[in-house]
């Protein structure tokens, strides 16, 4: 189990470099970033990319996150009828999709990814978040969208350890793996049998929901058997209970990280606590010191822009 969790020491080395460009790529300093418990850079991870500008999931919202200084793009996969994972992030394509549109002399047809070939996907076009479609994007493959991120930006797969054996076959095949992310609410056993059959995994994280009794033992159990992971995801819904506080202390003091989502204030503690409230107030800051005095260094962000820029103020976001 500890295999999966130990630094790359290629990362290591590179971090240690002396020089103008220590790392061979992007995507390397990022790794270097987030494999040092000690480093302060304020890794930065985009949902679902751009989804402001351009269709969620879709290479253009991805190229734009690059484009920003984005760390990590947040991905969702679900698998086709010919057993091809596609960037969804629902189980069917009507919300994202013109799927009433094209099939639209086949009431009966279903418009769950499951039950779509990749040849009946790839005809639909995609749409923006308010709901215009752009004839000229269509729904890219985990394979498509890995070969654009590659060298270039971390990725979270979300939605993604169902298909864990599938992600990492891609991942493989184009030589990615060390790039990406996978998180998850198993035990840590059921991961360790889950990844042992493989020489190279993908970089796992564990969620917990602290104010839920799942994920308060969830975390406990690696704090008890001395499992260091690269970072946990935590989620919690009050501020009321110095929950947050606590875990953070106790994550950090094992010497791993703590991912926060600022995407919705359901997962950071409550109103004024999230993206939204950040983009209200003239100083940013005013939501997301809080996460920088608690030592949080991976945030998700539905406001990448507003983020980056702040955190590139105040000194938390150029890698070294």
């Given at each position: ?189 059921v991961v360790a049998e889950h990844e ?125």
């Amino acid at each position: 189990m500890r295999k999966l969790f130990t630094f790359f020491l290629v990362c290591a080395c590179l971090a240690s470099c002396a020089g103008e460009q220590p790392y061979p790529n992007r995507a390397a300093g990022i790794i270097a970033q987030i494999h040092n418990p000690q480093s302060r850079y304020v890794v930065v991870a985009c949902h679902r990319g751009d989804w402001r500008n351009y269709p969620e999931n879709s290479i253009p919202a991805i190229e734009s996150v690059i484009r920003m200084g984005a760390d990590i793009v947040e991905l969702d996969v679900h698998m086709t009828a010919d057993s091809v994972l596609v960037l969804c992030h629902d189980a069917d394509v009507k919300r994202t999709t013109n799927f009433s549109k094209v099939f639209r002399s086949e009431p009966d047809k279903s418009a769950k990814v499951a039950d779509l070939t990749l040849a009946e996907i790839k005809r639909l076009s995609l749409k923006r978040a308010h709901g215009v479609e752009i004839d000229t994007m269509r729904m890219p493959t985990l394979e498509e969208a890995l070969r654009c991120t590659k060298d270039r930006i971390c990725v979270n797969i979300d939605k993604g350890y169902d298909y864990y054996d599938a992600a990492l076959k891609v991942c493989e095949k184009l030589g990615v793996t060390d790039q990406v992310l996978i998180k998850g609410k198993k035990p840590i056993d059921v991961v360790a049998e889950h990844e042992k059959p493989y020489p190279h995994n993908m970089m796992y994280m564990p969620i917990v929901d602290i104010q839920k009794e799942k994920g308060r033992k969830l975390l406990q159990s690696y704090l008890d058997q001395g499992v260091v992971p690269l970072a946990y995801e935590v989620c919690w819904q009050r501020n009321d209970d110095g929950a947050f506080a606590d875990a953070a202390a106790k994550i950090i003091a094992q010497g791993s990280k703590v991912w926060v989502n600022t995407i919705w204030a359901s997962l950071c503690g409550g109103d004024g606590n999230d993206d939204d409230a950040a983009f209200a107030c003239k100083d940013p800051g005013e939501v997301y010191q809080q996460y920088m005095d608690a030592g949080v260094s991976m945030i998700q962000t539905d406001r990448p822009e507003l983020l980056i820029g702040w955190l590139r103020k105040h000194g938390h976001h150029t890698l070294r």
